[in-house]
């Protein structure tokens, strides 16, 4: 099997809170800075959870949980966590 | 030459079975599906839950419509109607059936088992063996390999593997999400040693760890009476011990960190170094299917996609969508197909059809 699309990727914190803007549908991407509580959008909820999982996996190939995510309070911290991992 | 000159000459029993075996095959012969007449829209879910989003889940999931089984309709029940309508297409194939699969976690009663029950009301004869399999979105895929062992072993010459699901029967009235995923279903397919697409072999694997994220805790013998314990988790989904609780993420992540090497494993063992030429997985929902899909590096022509109708029908979404794969004339013959299940347990397992 051809590999796929999650070899480890080097991206920049600005780069991680567009990819972080674009698992939302509905909200403002201009709302997104590295300090945004993503949590707190009226959007949130267990989709767009499941939607950062498959990001972080199909782009760095690393698992994170639903745990995880609600740790971290700004897309910094999510990204310093995966960045992390 | 004779089993017996064939034992006497390699002066033993112990070379004698794979000589025999080695050129037996098993092949799905016939295939039908089952579903519940009820049909409940995303319309429908949008009137009672008034603050779900329809047409945002309808476009993530990609199921527009689900089948519920009727109150007094059990798996039993379809397991019954699926059959009756594979034979009444096919006649000649029922009095050649000699061993009953049901795979269900929906059982009549506790005992006896439903696949005697489904002996009887389809009026096959005594001969006929039986027993019941407790898997989910796995199931078929498990019963497959239990058909062709029987089949391997002279145990028996046709097989009807049933898989009835009614998961809807155990929702909390609350539970949004399972009940706009799942929906009721039934798949008969005949396991023989012709027939159209020949089984090949079998990845399987199991992780109970996972038991508590895919549950109905009451009801069996460790908790045989309500519990009444309702909740809401940590992700916003209900956990309701008398209902069917999934924990979403984690079923997630459970899949893309089994699937990709399960196929790996498959296709190595059905001598397949690249990809197969198609790929029927569990339809468990679009965006499962969508990023399972990218991770594995399989293009979209080769993948199918497509439970709008049906939704999630637990064991029976891959007979489903094969039947509706064949009858779209998606897959030919000379395709080697790749079909996995996984799910509920942790249970999963895959293997390469040949057509």
């Not at chain 1, 959007?43 to 498959?54: D, F, P, R, V, Y």
């Not at chain 2, 009026?123 to 407790?134: E, K, Q, R, T, W």
Request: charged share 20%.
């Amino acid at each position: 099997m051809p590999k796929g699309t999650h070899s480890i990727l080097v991206m920049t914190l600005q780069e991680f809170v567009q990819n972080i803007a674009e698992q939302f549908d509905d909200t403002d991407s201009s709302l997104f800075t590295p300090e945004t509580d993503f949590q707190q959008f009226e959007e949130w909820g267990s989709l767009t959870a499941l939607s950062i999982i498959a990001f972080v996996k199909m782009n760095y190939g690393k698992k994170i949980t639903a745990l995880d995510i609600r740790s971290c309070n700004s897309i910094q911290e999510l990204y310093e966590f995966v960045e992390n991992l | 030459m004779s089993p017996f000159t064939v034992q006497s000459a390699l002066k033993g029993d112990i070379h004698l079975p794979t000589i025999l075996f080695a050129k037996m095959d098993a092949y799905i012969k016939y295939l039908e599906y089952y579903l519940p007449q009820k049909t409940v829209s995303n319309n429908d879910l949008q009137q009672v839950f008034p603050e779900w989003d329809a047409t945002k889940v309808a476009k993530k999931t990609g199921i527009e419509f689900r089948h519920q089984s009727a109150e007094n309709e059990t798996a039993c029940d379809m397991a019954v109607s699926v059959c009756e309508k594979l034979f009444a297409k096919h006649p000649e194939v029922k009095a050649t059936i000699d061993f009953i699969l049901l795979c269900t976690q929906s059982p009549d009663f506790k005992l006896p088992t439903s696949a005697c029950l489904i002996q009887d009301r389809l009026g096959l004869p005594n001969s006929v063996g039986a027993l019941d399999f407790n898997l989910g979105c796995s199931g078929w895929v498990y019963g497959l390999s239990l058909a062709k062992g029987l089949l391997c072993t002279h145990i028996a010459s046709n097989v009807l593997l049933i898989t009835s699901e009614t998961y809807t029967k155990y929702f909390h009235p609350k539970d949004k999400g399972n009940i706009s995923l799942f929906g009721d279903g039934a798949a008969a397919t005949v396991v023989s040693n012709a027939g159209f697409a020949a089984i090949g072999e079998f990845a399987l694997g199991t992780d109970g760890s996972g038991e508590n994220n895919l549950k109905v805790k009451t009801g069996g013998a460790r908790f045989q009476k309500p519990l009444n314990e309702v909740t809401v988790d940590d992700n916003g989904y209900i956990l309701a011990s008398d209902y069917l609780y999934m924990n979403g993420p984690a079923i997630f992540n459970f899949t893309l960190e089994t699937v990709p090497s399960l196929l790996e494993q498959c296709l190595a063992k059905n001598g397949l170094h690249d990809m197969a030429d198609f790929y029927i997985l569990h339809q468990a929902n679009k965006f499962m299917l969508d990023t399972l899909r990218k991770i594995c590096g399989i293009p979209k022509d080769r993948f199918y996609v497509d439970m709008q109708n049906t939704a999630n029908t637990v064991s029976s979404t891959i007979p489903i969508a094969l039947k509706d794969a064949l009858d779209k004339n998606l897959v030919h013959k000379g395709d080697r197909v790749c079909t996995a299940g996984f799910g509920v347990g942790y249970s999963y397992g895959a293997c390469v059809l040949d057509f």
